[in-house]
Nanobody
Framework: QVQLVESGGGLVQAGGSLRLSCAASGRTFSSYGMGWFRQAPGKEREFVTA????????FYADSVKGRFTISRDNAKNTVSLQMNSLKSEDTAVYYC???????????????????????WGQGTLVTVSS
């Protein structure tokens, strides 16, 4: 069973930066598609970004494009989210997500949504003060 553990959330001022990390268990991490979602109070969980199993492809929501960067280290079983130029509307609980098996390797990153994710982390809170 794959387990995901996020870290790095916290309080930051608008315009600042924060880096989230997600550590994954499992010997086949390098075959997983990995991504990040977020959920603000009273709102649905929304897609933020995803990265392919080999790191060769990435995809971003329009709201974070140019500000956030996803990366992965398959040797360390980790995926990271560098968030720059943070805005108050980025305030949310951020969830690490994984797609395993064939879906993790072959489904296009643009198809990711909160209804088709196989594994979730517990979430980490990011609060951006204005």
């Amino acid at each position: 069973q794959v387990q995901l553990v996020e870290s790095g959330g916290g309080l930051v001022q608008a315009g600042g930066s924060l880096r989230l990390s997600c550590a994954a268990s499992g010997r086949t991490f390098s075959s997983y598609g990995m991504g990040w979602f977020r959920q603000a109070p009273g709102k649905e969980r929304e897609f933020v970004t995803a990265i392919s199993w080999n790191g060769g492809s990435t995809f971003y929501a329009d709201s974070v494009k140019g500000r956030f960067t996803i990366s992965r280290d398959n040797a360390k079983n980790t995926v990271s989210l560098q968030m720059n130029s943070l805005k108050s509307e980025d305030t949310a609980v951020y969830y690490c997500a994984a797609k395993t098996g064939a879906s993790g390797r072959h489904e296009p990153l643009s198809s990711w949504n909160h209804n088709n994710i196989g594994v979730w982390g517990q979430g980490t809170l990011v609060t951006v003060s204005s």
